[in-house]
């Protein structure tokens, strides 16, 4: 986000400001921003499960935070959502007009975050994105499946991927491109659908990863019963959008990752 808005950014990190605090978050009033866009989020999904006190903490009522401050100083209140907002008995992809049902401690409070942030912010934007892989990787997470799948290829010679969980890849320098240009373009209040065009399961984002690397390894295509989680995952949480913004297809996003991490000469 901060390479694609450049100068104009001011990052605030966990040390500059806790959204679950208003407090906190009366901070933002100092910078006096004409727009914020609200990355923070506990995202450890099965750790959600254990954690729903911490979970809506930040994922609810620090979306309730930001809006309130968004709202009393006229700023743009961005809010990054996510495709766990669905039950994922869909067939095909989810339009932004489709009825969020999330069946994860993590997805409801993302939901709930959205609710807030629509019915507390006088302008926002409820950008949900997917399956993010970006050259920063994930904080708290370490890396991103890009990167596991590349490690791991190397240290044995099969590998065993998740093939009944449908999913729509997103490169993390493509959704904020998204999200400035619905900025620049004073886009009206909604919910809008960033991920990259096209869906796969885990297998097939493996697979493909592996073609485009010419990497010579065996992939297994596995249920995903065989590794249980606390949390549920929707079986189908791909994104699709009636938006007027062109995204992407996800390989050939994959490709310029790949290029950008040094991957592909």
């Known amino acids: 986000m901060v390479r694609v ?6 990052p605030l990190t966990h040390q500059d400001i806790e959204v679950a605090s208003l407090d906190s978050c009366l901070k933002l009033k100092e910078v006096k921003p004409e727009v914020i866009i609200n990355c923070a989020a506990y995202h450890k999904t099965d750790e959600c499960e254990d954690n729903p006190e911490k979970t809506f903490a930040v994922n609810t009522i620090g979306a309730f935070n930001v809006a309130k401050v968004a709202s009393e100083i006229g700023a743009l209140n961005v809010y990054i959502s996510t495709d766990y907002v669905f039950d994922g008995k869909k067939e095909g992809p989810y339009y932004e007009d489709d009825q969020p049902n999330p069946i994860n401690i993590y997805g409801v409070s993302k939901f709930a975050g959205e609710v807030v942030t629509k019915n507390y912010s006088g302008r926002y934007y409820i950008a949900r994105v997917s399956s993010l892989f970006g050259v920063a990787g994930a904080s708290g997470k370490g890396g991103n499946f890009v990167e596991t799948m590349i490690t791991k290829s190397s240290e044995v010679d099969k590998l065993k991927v998740v093939n009944d969980i449908v999913m729509s890849p ?11 240009a619905l900025v620049e373009m004073n886009a009206t209040n909604g919910i809008y659908h960033l991920a990259n065009e096209g869906a796969c399961t885990w297998y097939d984002f493996a697979c493909t990863i592996f073609e485009i690397l010419d990497i010579d390894v065996e992939v297994e295509p596995i249920s995903s019963k065989e590794f249980p989680s ?4 929707p079986e189908n ?3 699709a959008s009636k938006n007027k913004l062109e995204n992407r297809s996800w390989k050939e996003a ?8 040094g991957h592909l000469k």
Not at 230 to 233: S, V
Not at 254 to 261: D, N, R, S, V
Request: proline share 0%; charged share 30%; hydrophobic share 40%.
């Open 5 to 10: 808005f450049g100068s104009s950014a001011v």
């Open 170 to 180: 997103t490169f993390t320098l493509d959704a904020a491109k998204k999200i400035k």
């Open 230 to 233: 606390k949390a549920k995952r």
């Open 237 to 239: 949480s791909s994104l």
């Open 254 to 261: 994959l490709e310029e990752y790949l290029q950008l991490k």
